[in-house]
Nanobody, 125 residues
Framework: QVQLIESGGGLVQAGGSLTLSCVYS????????MTWFRQAAGKEREFVAG???????DYSDSVQGRCSISRDNAKNTVWLHMNGLKPEDTATYYC???????????????????WGKGTLVTVST
């Protein structure tokens, strides 16, 4: 059974940095594309960043240049490194596994196979 467990969220001041982690269990990690989404209160879930099996990353316009996604297939882990955080980055961040592991990563939530339960990021002014 596949499980995704996110961690690393918290309260940070605007301009600060956070690194979110997502640990995958259940086998076959390297075969999945891995994606981060976020959902702010009252808004739809949106794509943040995705990474293919071959380590190619893709980013939403809203985080391009401020975030970096990485993965370690030996550790079954994907990270989202976030810099220059803004109050509008406040959201619950979700890790998801996608059967599409090739380029480009899927950006649609309904394309994801598995989801974590999320980790909350709050950016204060």
């Amino acid at each position: 059974q596949v499980q995704l467990i996110e961690s690393g969220g918290g309260l940070v001041q605007a301009g600060g940095s956070l690194t979110l982690s997502c640990v995958y269990s259940g086998g076959g990690f390297g075969a999945y594309g891995m994606t981060w989404f976020r959902q702010a209160a009252g808004k739809e879930r949106e794509f943040v960043a995705g990474i293919t099996w071959s380590f190619n990353g893709d980013y939403s316009d809203s985080v391009q240049g401020r975030c970096s996604i990485s993965r370690d297939n030996a550790k079954n882990t994907v990270w989202l490194h976030m810099n220059g955080l803004k109050p509008e980055d406040t959201a619950t961040y979700y890790c998801a596994a996608d059967l599409n592991s090739s380029w480009p990563p899927s950006r649609r939530p309904d394309a994801m196979k598995y989801w974590g339960k999320g980790t909350l990021v709050t950016v204060s002014t």
